[in-house]
């Protein structure tokens, strides 16, 4: 007896170690996660998440991996490391972002439990019914930004939209970020616009100048809102390079002795691709000519019967095009070269005009015919209407038709003669 339960209390004792043993093994490889995650915006460029850092409970090097997940898009995960914030760039905070970051024991399977912090205040309150909508802007290169935007569905007639933008060449954010700020707060650091388009008294555009050249790489953040706090603000961010539209280009064209088409135009920017197309008049397919880096083309074994018409237009190199490729220019003048005909062309063009002339002439003559005739037979004219009936009567008696007077009338002729001169008087 005294052995057996000897026994039972060296098992149970052996039983508990195990057991103690095992929690403290689960306790060292137990990893709280961060804690007090915040989110501030440093400046309109750029957002920042600090959290404080894990309880170092498994007595190992700690490092942060982080994910950021906006709707509808791939989610972007970030090496782990040792800082505890995360700068984010180039984001839509116009809709909800999920930030995540986990702590995890350097070169370990030892986790932490993931802290994930909902973003949807970085543009302050206000009644998104009202927001401006189906918002886009052109870069005018070099002279101007034009952004046009719809009024909200529950805009009121006199909702007074105003815009701010922000440029910037920097390609990092600020390593010295402090305090997290409100997005009202950064409006006052912004540059106005001033040159709005109105529709039935509400804005619905606006353009200023901007002349930075594409090598600079700008950035552009332009906000859409009201002083009053009454509309949620519309937040755009892009890089000015890729919303830049060129000038048309001018070109020229010509045909050369060997039945080829020159087509050239001027630089509109350096290393620049062009697109031309080409129209012929016995075809209504165009011909397309893409992404040609030089400033002029060829089109070999032109027909020189047809007539051709060509156009060109411009877009920022490939090497800096982002998602979505560059904005293509408007089209130049057109251009039109006309065909030269053969002599095929001469033959059956006269085969069709001779027929057609006859009849035409045919036609004049059966309706001027009585004319015609009038004008190659004139009339004789009839002497009984051109002189007087005494002919008739002449050619009828013989004679002639003059009447004597039947009685002479003689007249009395008296003179009257006066005196040289006159008695003196006496």
Same mark, same amino acid.
């Given at each position: ?5 000897c ?8 039983v ?23 989110f501030?915006?440093?400046?309109m ?7 404080? !850092?894990s309880?170092?409970?498994?007595n ?20 782990? /490391? ?29 986790v ?23 918002? /886009?802007?052109?870069? #005018?290169?070099?002279?101007y ?15 007074? #939209? ?5 440029? &910037?060449?920097?390609?990092s954010? &600020? ?13 006052p ?5 001033s ?11 606006c ?5 930075n050249?594409?090598a ?20 755009y ?10 000038? !048309?280009?001018?070109i020229?064209? #010509? ?16 290393d ?6 080409v129209?012929? /008049? ?15 083309i *060829? ?23 982002? !998602? ?24 059956i ?6 027929p ?21 037979? !004139? ?9 007087? /009936? ?9 004679r002639?038709? #003059?009447?004597?007077?039947?009685? *002479? ?18």
């Amino acid at each position: 007896m005294g052995s057996d339960r000897c026994c039972t209390i060296i098992l149970s004792l052996w039983v508990s170690i195990y057991f103690l043993l095992g929690s403290l093994a689960k306790k060292q490889d137990y990893l709280p996660p961060p804690t007090n995650l915040t989110f501030g915006m440093d400046g309109m460029f750029c957002l920042v998440f600090q959290w404080n !850092p894990s309880e170092n409970t498994a007595n190992c090097s700690i490092k942060y991996s982080k994910i950021l997940l906006r709707k509808n898009e791939t989610p972007q995960e970030r090496g782990p /490391s040792t800082n505890l914030t995360a700068h984010v760039k180039k984001v839509d905070i116009n809709k909800e972002i999920l930030f995540t970051v986990q702590a995890e024991c350097d070169n370990t399977n030892i986790v932490s439990n993931k802290t994930t912090l909902p973003v949807q205040i970085a543009t302050g309150k206000g009644n998104p019914n009202i927001s401006v909508r189906n918002f /886009s802007c052109i870069w #005018y290169y070099p002279e101007y930004v034009q952004c046009t935007w719809k009024p909200g569905r529950d805009a009121p007639p006199n909702v007074n #939209y105003t815009l701010i933008y922000w440029t &910037s060449v920097e390609l990092s954010c &600020s390593s010295n970020f402090s305090q997290p700020k409100q997005f009202h707060d950064l409006l006052p650091t912004g540059s106005s616009c001033s040159n709005y388009t109105y529709s039935n008294g509400i804005p619905t555009g606006c353009q200023f100048r901007f002349q930075n050249r594409i090598a600079t790489l700008s950035k552009l953040v332009t906000a859409v809102s009201d002083w009053s706090k009454e509309v949620k603000p519309y937040l755009y961010y892009v890089g000015a390079n890729s919303i830049a539209k060129l000038k !048309p280009p001018v070109i020229s064209a #010509y045909r050369t002795p060997n039945d080829n088409i020159n087509i050239s135009w001027n630089e509109v920017y350096k290393d620049a691709l062009h697109e031309v197309l080409v129209q012929k /008049s016995n075809s209504e397919i165009h011909e397309n000519y893409k992404d040609i880096a030089g400033l002029s083309i *060829e089109i070999p074994n032109a027909a020189t019967d047809v007539k051709y018409t060509v156009k060109v237009r411009v877009r920022l190199p490939s090497y800096s095009t982002l !998602p979505g490729g560059h904005l293509w220019s408007d089209w130049s003048e057109e251009q039109t070269l006309q065909g030269v005909s053969n002599g095929r062309d001469i033959s059956i063009l006269l085969l069709l005009l001779i027929p057609a002339i006859i009849i035409v002439a045919a036609v004049i003559l059966l309706i001027y015919m009585r004319r015609l005739k009038i004008l190659i037979f !004139p009339r004789v004219p009839d002497p009984g209407k051109v002189l007087s /009936s005494d002919l008739q009567q002449w050619l009828k008696n013989g004679r002639t038709v #003059y009447n004597e007077p039947s009685k *002479e009338e003689i007249c009395p002729i008296s003179m009257l003669e006066t005196p040289l001169t006159s008695p003196p008087m006496e």
